[in-house]
Every structure is written in structure tokens, then in C-alpha cells.
């Protein structure tokens, strides 16, 4: 089967030029921009490589400091435990969100519209079984790094504590580096598929997660390497966005940098470039035949519209119906 990388690109950036400049709407923009707010910032998605972060040189001993603070007095340690199981809480309740913001942000970029409250409630069982699954993965992920840092935590206390060179510590972070980095790729590679190729796939034939996982492993299978050659791909695509980000964010006195540090806002004025990482996974994977094309027909996810009722006689077409 032929495939293409250019081809996919070309289209995404089209399906953006007609969605977002021809014609030019705000409200549009606002709107796909609130989309796309609920399905990267929230779940700490596309923002987090434009996120700038100062570290001194007495950070772990302060916080190690702090820490010991904190175990040492127990009602200080009884608020942080409440601190953190909140923040925790908070956390989940993004990641649903975000996860429901996947599909109305993917149906606005589909369908060429700009939607909140509809897509919202008609993808709720949809976004529901991919937070299911989302969580449990996170889950693993964590369980598998405990895992892993477990021989190598005497390496890492010693400098924590101690911030002194020691070639037994250089070897342990290269064995710690050589068995976390497989699994790092691995764990990025799952999320790039899920994100571009799964929920399209759900979204197109209103599957659960794990049905449409096992509609794209059959294809990966056949197509190993064009899906992790695709995965390079958006790699060097990010790469060389974030180096034009940083560019403009330069050339703008750093205002370009705080504009897009600020939520909701950054989206807005990135969504070209969020809306065709969007439309980019869907426009590949379209093709490997109509069944993995998102934008050939109407979601299954869909229900079917409503036949008029009596006291309908505007003609207007009913809510979710395609024009």
C-alpha cells in the first residue's frame, strides 16, 4: 500500500486555511481555541514545550530541607498529605475533562465548525472510556518508573544529599538512563498513537478505547514502520514549531512568550498549529481506506436525528444534524 508524509501535511494545513481564514471569524478562533484549550492545556498536552522553568543550584537541598521539615512535624505533614491528595483530585478531574475536550475539539476540526455544548454531550461515553484508560495507563506508568528508580535510589539520595561527582553515580545513571529510555520511547509512542490514530478511530465508528486499539494494532502490525516513521515525523515538525515559537517569542521582546503562557490565550494564538496537529493524524491514517477515514462520513458516535415532531414546523435542521 502506497502512503504518503507530505500529502497528509498538505491536506491538514488546507482543511485549516479554509477552516480558520477563508473567511476569517473570531468567533471561530475563540471557540476552537476554548476546544483546544480543554484537550491539550488541561491534560498538560502541547503547552508544557513552551513552558520556561528556573532551577538554581540549592534547589534539591532546599527542598530536601523542606521535606524533612515537613516529616518531622506532624500536623505539617497532615496538611501536606491534604494538599497533595487534593491537587490529586484536581489532577483526575483535568484528565476527564481533557479527555472529553479530545473529541469536541477533533469534531470541530472534522467538521469544519466551531462547537462546545453538543459535541460535549454526544461524546460523553466516548471521552468517559478514554479517561478510563488514560488513567490506568498513568497509573502503570508511574508503577513501572517506581520500578525501575527502585535499585538506583541509594545513586540518587547520595546526590541529592550530598552534590558531590562520583564515577559510581555517573554508571548508575547510565544504567538507570539505558533501562528507562526503551520504556520512555514506548510510552510515547502509545500516546502519540492514541492520541492521533485511536481517538480518531473511536470518533469515527464510536468504539470504545480498547475496540478501536484493536482495530489500529491490526494495522500497525502490517504498517510497523510508516506509523513510527510517522511518530519521527511530528517529532521534527514540533521541533522546528517550538523553534520558530521561541523566534517570535525573542523578536517580541519576550510578550510572545507570555501570551503564550497564559491559558486559553496561548491556544488561541496557536490554533493553527494545534488545529493541524489535529487534522494531521486523521488526514494519514485516512490512507489506509474509508475505515479509517475520520472525515469520510458522519460518525458512527452520531445518533440519528430526530424526525420533526408537530410542534416543529421551522424547517430547521435538528441539533447535530451535518449541513
Known sequence: MDFSYVAPLQRAWQRVERMLFHPFRIQTWLVLGFAAFLAEYLSGGAHTRYGFRGHGGEAPHAIGHWARTMLETPALALVAVALGALALVCLIALQWVSCRGKFVFLDGVVRG???????????????????????LFWITAVLAG????????????????????????????????????PLILVGAFTLLFLNHFVVPIMYRHGLTVTAAWARFLVLLREH?????????????LWVAVTGLVLFAGLSTCC????????????QVVLLPVLAGFRALGPEFLAQYG??????????????????????DSSGAPPPGAVS
Open 255 to 266: 510578550v510572545g512568550f507570555v501570551l503564550l503562557m497564559l491559558p486559553y490565550v496561548g
Open 146 to 181: 517506581l520500578l525501575v528508580c527502585l535499585p538506583f535510589i541509594a545513586s540518587l539520595r547520595s546526590l541529592w544529599e550530598e552534590h558531590e561527582f562520583h564515577w559510581g553515580i555517573l554508571a548508575s545513571f547510565a544504567g538507570l538512563i539505558a533501562i528507562a529510555m
Open 224 to 236: 510497523l514502520w510508516s506509523f513510527i516513521g510517522y511518530g519521527v515525523i511530528v517529532f521534527m
Open 113 to 135: 465548525r466551531a462547537a462546545i455544548v453538543e459535541p460535549w454531550k454526544r461524546f460523553g461515553r466516548l471521552g468517559d472510556s478514554l479517561f478510563a484508560w488514560t488513567l
Open 290 to 311: 474509508p475505515d479509517y477515514d475520520a472525515f469520510a462520513l458522519q460518525p458512527a458516535a452520531v445518533p440519528p436525528a430526530p424526525a420533526p415532531g408537530p410542534a
